[in-house]
């Protein structure tokens, strides 16, 4: 289609739509990740009626539309889409006495958090607190709390969408169970969400952050990290990770081209309790800085100090997997490929377990899962010879853990082109199929991992 038949849709909205070529162009259609995305236009949305108008325009011009508030995890599967930006659905309202908050397609984690310090309320939200809930919650997501409450999705109880003819609806278990299943945990290419209500767990108290050791303790730290999981309580999430920060002239002297091993936790409990499972690693050797304290939901969001804005002109590579269960080989085998002179310069074990495999798949398409572990690696890629190298090494890494490596995640881990079962069961995938085929026959909604191309 030109850009001079999807201008037609500019006088049904109140919001922005950019075309190929506009002022802007680039910084429009570039999400969060770098990821090269090519639409042919973007609209960014100033309400529901620009959604509305926007998917009726797509399906009656026979282009699909991807909705993308801030693209965390952005895809080339939005090629050739109406890009929809819903960053300013921004709605949030918590009613503590119910639990239960509403949150809008465009609010990021961050503010969810800040909303609930002092209720006793939490989220199970994302490690950052720029990544926006609704297609946070759509993809599964893990978080810190998910070992003792589940995945993200586990809380969504209902769903305001328009879908893929333009109308607006309200999915509940009561008027669609089934397309109620496919949005906990199948992901967005079923419907535009709008706003999400969720039922928000109780922790009355919550103790945890970061404690940084020199690189040189990494190999020990991994080890450690191996032992203090094999046994721990559902109460206790631990990530540990290495990572090396290039000698990029915008960091700070102390931190260009050196390595760090990173040891982040959070307990839902008491100090004294948290610190008998911290004990292990603070005995590896001095303690260059921490965060570690009493924390509050907010606080959530800045454990893993991750950047709330990308930086400009540099793009991730990302290698993400299910363990069956770590060992030293494994920890031999990921840090040989990961780190000072190589491509990748980060590596991440998450903890997985407890309440995620104890998850009703009935219930949701992405509430179970059932490996231990999850592995993450990456590579920022700030030229194209860099992002050719980064991406020979994520393959390399991909061989060499494989014989640990299993299928079994959230969507919002799920790699770019991958099967969809590599995340869900094959029923799960068929089933999500059959949603699909029901409420958007036309593949008018478009997702970053389209369910009928798994």
């Known amino acids: 289609m030109t850009t001079i038949a999807i201008d037609a849709l500019r006088p049904a909205l109140t919001g922005d739509l950019v075309l190929p070529g506009d002022d802007g162009w680039d910084r429009a259609r570039t999400p969060w990740n770098g990821t090269d995305q090519q639409p042919v236009a973007v609209v960014r949305a100033a309400g529901v009626d620009d959604v509305v108008a926007t998917v009726r325009f797509a399906a009656q011009a026979g282009v699909p539309v991807a909705v993308q508030p801030r693209g965390h995890g952005a895809t080339r599967a939005v090629d050739g889409c109406i890009l929809l930006r819903t960053g300013e659905l921004d709605e949030l309202a918590v009613d503590v006495a119910a639990r239960t908050a509403r949150i809008g397609a465009g609010v990021p984690w961050g503010r969810v958090l800040a909303a609930l310090d002092g209720t006793g309320l939490v989220a199970p939200s994302g490690s950052n ?3 926006t809930a609704v297609p946070y919650l759509l993809g599964g997501g893990l978080s810190w709390l998910s070992r003792a409450f589940g995945t993200g999705a586990s809380i969504v109880r209902a769903a305001d969408v328009v879908d893929a003819t333009g109308e607006v609806r309200r999915v509940d278990a009561a008027s669609d169970p089934e397309l109620l299943w496919a949005l906990r945990g199948g992901g967005g290419d079923f419907a ?22 020199p690189g040189e303790l990494t190999a020990a730290a991994f ?26 002239p915008q960091l700070p002297e102390e931190l260009r081209g050196q390595s760090f091993v990173f040891v982040d ?28 304290r009493p924390l509050q939901p907010s606080d959530l969001g800045t454990i893993s100090e991750e950047p709330e804005e ?21 920890v ?29 798949r009935e219930e949701g398409a992405g509430l179970r899962v059932d490996p231990p572990y999850a592995f993450w690696a990456m590579g920022m890629a700030p030229s194209a010879p860099a992002l050719a190298a980064a991406q020979g090494a994520v393959e390399e890494l991909r061989t060499a853990v494989a014989p640990w490596a299993t299928t079994g ?45 798994g």
């Open 129 to 131: 607190p720029s990544v």
């Open 310 to 330: 990308a930086p400009e002109g540099i793009t991730a590579v990302n290698l993400a997997t299910s363990l069956t269960h770590l060992d030293d080989a494994f």
């Open 265 to 292: 936790s959070v307990f839902l409990g008491d100090a004294d309790a948290a610190e008998a499972h911290l004990a292990p690693f603070r005995a590896l050797g001095p303690v260059l800085r921490e965060t570690v």
């Open 332 to 360: 031999d085998t990921a840090l040989e490929r990961v780190g000072a002179g190589r491509p990748l310069g980060y590596a991440q074990i998450r903890h997985l377990g407890g309440a995620l495999a104890r998850g009703d």
């Open 223 to 248: 080890r450690t990290f191996v032992e203090v999981t094999r046994d721990a309580p559902d109460a206790l999430t631990v990530w540990v990770t290495a990572m090396t920060f290039p000698p990029a």
């Open 192 to 213: 535009v969400v709008t706003a999400v209500e969720v039922e928000l767990p109780q922790a009355p108290a919550l103790y945890g952050g970061r404690l940084v050791l």
């Open 409 to 453: 995640a959230v969507l919002t881990f799920h790699r770019e082109g991958g099967p969809l079962t590599e995340t869900y069961p094959a029923a799960t995938v068929a089933r999500l199929q059959d949603v699909k085929r029901r409420v958007d026959p036309d593949d008018v909604i478009r997702s970053n991992h389209p369910v009928q191309r």
